[in-house]
């Protein structure tokens, strides 16, 4: 199944990093507490219940496929699935996301009915990335981290925001087949 990811272009590749430029996009998000577990699966539910559906349209809204489209009871639009879904952390607070698909402007996006859904334009943005597979869990994730900031440092990249964890497949994908993500926003 393709999914949309957010559009960027490396600008520079010692595997397993990247830097890369990310163009602008539109994020559905959720802010919650918890460990990265429950902040992950609860954020995941409420944006998905939001781009299955429970938003507020009144009209039909073309697809960036491949996401079925039925009929619904009350007028309702179906957003295309995006990958991957951001988790960032800030003491215990997290923020769960999901890009929006590039068709779509803050106007034209359908508003959400749950008011935990948030939807926030992000500017183009300069982040270093380091790309893992495997299943994950904080530790793992803390120590992803740890490697990117080293890599930074060796690139003197200064960040400008906190740690991103992405996650790019659904779960019941093959560890060794899952894409996993720490990504940190860095001065242009």
Excluded: C, H
Aim: proline content about 7%.
């Amino acid at each position: 199944m393709a999914i949309e990811e957010p559009k960027y272009t490396v600008l520079e590749k010692t595997p397993p990093f990247e830097l890369r430029s990310y163009a602008p996009m539109i994020l559905a998000e959720v802010q919650l507490e918890g460990d990265l577990d429950e902040a992950s699966s609860q954020g995941f539910r409420l944006i998905a219940a939001y781009i299955f559906g429970q938003n507020q349209v009144s009209e039909k809204i073309a697809m960036t496929a491949p996401v079925a489209v039925e009929e619904q009871a009350v007028k309702s639009a179906k957003i295309a699935m995006t990958a991957p879904v951001n988790i960032e952390s800030n003491a215990g607070q997290w923020t769960v996301s999901f890009v929006m698909p590039s068709e779509y402007t803050m106007e034209t996006l359908p508003k959400p009915l749950n008011s935990k859904v948030q939807l926030r334009q992000i500017p183009a943005v300069k982040r270093a990335v380091i790309t893992f597979s495997g299943f994950y869990n904080s530790q793992k994730v803390a120590e992803k981290t740890l490697e990117l900031e080293e890599w930074m440092k060796t690139k003197n990249l200064q960040a400008t925001g906190a740690p991103k964890f992405a996650r790019y497949n659904p779960p019941w994908t093959l560890p060794f087949m899952r894409r996993n993500e720490v990504m940190i926003d860095v001065r242009d």
